[in-house]
């Protein structure tokens, strides 16, 4: 159990003992949080002020009985303001934890009580065309809530949801047969096949006998013509080949690559059962799915209010023409995962523009009585230093290839300069490492749902934020250890006496705390946060608190603090999936 929860669980005993029977049953207890301000503690209640008024008691008051009756061994109590109970960790307690931490390889991550079954949909680039910055966010985060969710004990799948049969092919099929160079293909298939599709797009837009042209190529192709099928394969092999290169460099891995196209004969009989069950009906020729006024208009995703009134936006699941759409396609896609994955829980990492999309597909499993923890978790854009969408210089969208060549690139300098004696190979494994992880930390230490500025020098920086700077920290630590002889082992007893020790123990406990709060909000910039705090305190008691020149129970537990801060680093860094060297 983490530390507020401990105290959550005895201040709930000291709750029922103080108030017996008055104890209001729909009370609950909120979770002890984390103080805001040291000087007052480290973990603090409101629970008194929130309870007083209903227990006709005044809260200092009640806040005083409720400390006497805890007599806590984990920590001191004190009462502050209108009522607010601090708790001060007793050191002891702090030491306690972590000569648990020093023998614990999940460094007092508990696993979940009760796993799930979580499908993971992130990436999901659209073949033929440009893999946008959207997709790299979806890329970094979803990579990582797979793996926080993995380490937590849940049963992850992840899967990437390529679209692989929209429009774009009637442009591609055209393409393919009048103006593709094989070579280029061959080459870099995923440019050449993103430079067949701009050509004709542009083509299509001079010659309007094209666009008809393109558009039957497509007919044929849904209708299952031969030689377009195979061309269509054709494409969808190359880029998967293309995009796995990239991944391979971000280390990062699907379970499965079910695109649209894998859903395509599940959707004629979906939209006739939707039919069947009244969820969905015609209007004008098209199929498509209304509110059913469960919600309040405001809530209600298949609303929005013109010109003061609430007028309906269904889901067109059918065109009139026959076609399906990227709704029916994604019903039929969860579905699928509820059925034949056993899903408890589907997230989708996709950029907040779907928000409405992600509404009304909810809300339509709803309708069907499907239900589980569905959600869309949203993220902004990348802005440029311009604070206008990241384009690259010709204003083209910048593809996630070039990015990763760009930050290796850069990192590489980074590390020439840091250590100019290190052999050529092992430079280039941690330009890689510093490059990526570069990339993937400024990322994950925003928050999800702002829009974020890509700054190539502020992500390699070796001060602030950074992963380079984090990374740093790691190394300035692991050498500690080259220093001394037979390395590292774990003291029986921790002694913590000084404020910096105390400070930084008090950090390495709370990292049992901050990742399981890191998935469940699905917001890695807390997790981020919290490392760089950690290496921030780290550097505090290495210049407060000599180490090497120290002795006996004070050198042990010095020694300690210093592994476990590399081993949180470590495994912290390696929840983002970004790599930490030995040296750097
Ligand atoms: N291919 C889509 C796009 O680029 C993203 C797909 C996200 N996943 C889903 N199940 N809709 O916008």
């Known amino acids: ?54 227990v006709g008691m005044n809260p200092r008051e009640l806040a005083a009985k409720l400390t006497e009756a805890m007599e806590s061994s984990i920590a001191a109590t004190e009462i502050a303001g209108p009522g607010f109970i601090n708790f001060r960790v007793r050191p002891e307690y702090f030491a306690a934890r972590t000569e648990a931490m020093l023998q614990d390889e999940r460094l007092g991550v508990a696993l979940v009580d009760q796993p799930k079954t979580i499908v993971i949909d992130f990436s999901a680039p659209n073949v033929a065309k440009p893999m946008h910055v959207g997709h790299i966010r979806s890329t970094i985060i979803g990579d990582t809530l797979g793996r926080l969710a993995r380490f937590l004990g849940h049963t992850v799948i992840t899967d990437n949801h390529i679209g692989d049969w929209g429009t774009q092919f009637g442009m591609i099929l055209w393409g393919w047969k009048h103006i593709l160079d094989q070579e280029e293909l061959k080459k870099n298939p995923i440019d050449a096949l993103l430079d067949v599709y701009k050509q004709v797009n542009a083509k299509c837009k001079e010659d309007e006998t094209l666009l008809p042209l393109c558009k039957a190529e497509l007919v044929k192709l849904q209708g299952g013509d031969a030689e377009n099928l195979d061309i269509w394969n054709k494409c969808i092999a190359v880029t998967k080949t293309g995009l796995q290169k990239i991944y391979d460099q971000l280390d990062i891995r699907f379970d499965y690559w079910l695109g649209e196209s894998a859903y395509n004969d599940a959707l004629a009989p979906l939209v006739e059962k939707l039919v069947a069950d009244g969820i969905a009906r015609e209007s004008d020729g098209a199929i498509c799915v209304f509110s059913d006024g469960f919600h309040k208009p405001q809530n209600d995703p298949f609303l929005v209010q013109k010109d003061g009134e609430w007028v309906p936006v269904p889901a067109i699941i059918r065109k009139a023409d026959g076609g399906f759409l990227y709704a029916t396609t994604d019903l039929a896609t969860l579905d699928y995962r509820t059925q034949n994955f056993n899903a408890d829980a589907i997230w989708y990492v996709v950029g907040a523009p779907q928000d409405k999309h992600f509404k009304q597909i909810f809300d339509i499993e709803r309708m069907r009585g499907v239900s589980g923890d569905f959600r869309h978790v949203a993220f902004g854009s990348i802005l440029g230093k311009d604070r206008r969408p990241f384009k690259t210089r010709s204003g083209d969208t910048v593809s996630l290839q070039d990015v990763i060549d760009e930050a290796i690139e850069r990192a590489t300098k980074v590390v020439e300069e840091k250590s100019p004696d290190m052999p050529a190979e092992e430079k280039a494994a941690v330009a890689q490492a510093v490059g990526v992880g570069a990339i993937k930390f400024a990322e994950l230490s925003q928050n999800r749902l702002s829009d974020y500025i890509f700054d190539w020098d502020k992500m390699l920086a070796l001060t602030g934020d950074t992963a380079p700077y984090l990374q740093n920290s790691y190394v300035r630590v692991r050498s500690i250890f080259r220093k001394i002889e037979g390395g590292f082992t774990a003291p029986e007893k921790m002694h913590l006496t000084e404020p910096a020790e105390i400070a930084l123990a008090r950090l390495l406990v709370r990292y049992a705390e901050v990742v399981p709060a890191t998935l469940d909000d699905c917001k890695p910039n807390l997790l981020a946060a919290y490392l760089y705090e950690l290496a921030k305190a780290f550097h505090s008691f290495y210049e407060a608190c000599p180490v090497l020149r120290s002795e006996g129970d004070t050198r042990a537990t010095r020694l300690a603090l210093c592994e476990l801060t590399a081993r949180v680093l470590k495994q912290g860094m390696g929840l983002f999936g970004i790599t930490m060297p030995d040296r750097m």
Not at 5 to 20: H, I
């Open 1 to 54: 159990m983490t530390i507020p929860n401990e105290l959550t669980a005895q201040l709930t005993a000291a709750l029922q003992q103080v108030l017996g029977d008055a104890l209001p049953c729909d009370f609950s207890i909120p979770t002890v949080s984390v103080a805001q301000d040291l000087r007052f503690g480290d973990y603090q209640s409101n629970v008194a002020m929130m309870l007083a008024k209903r």
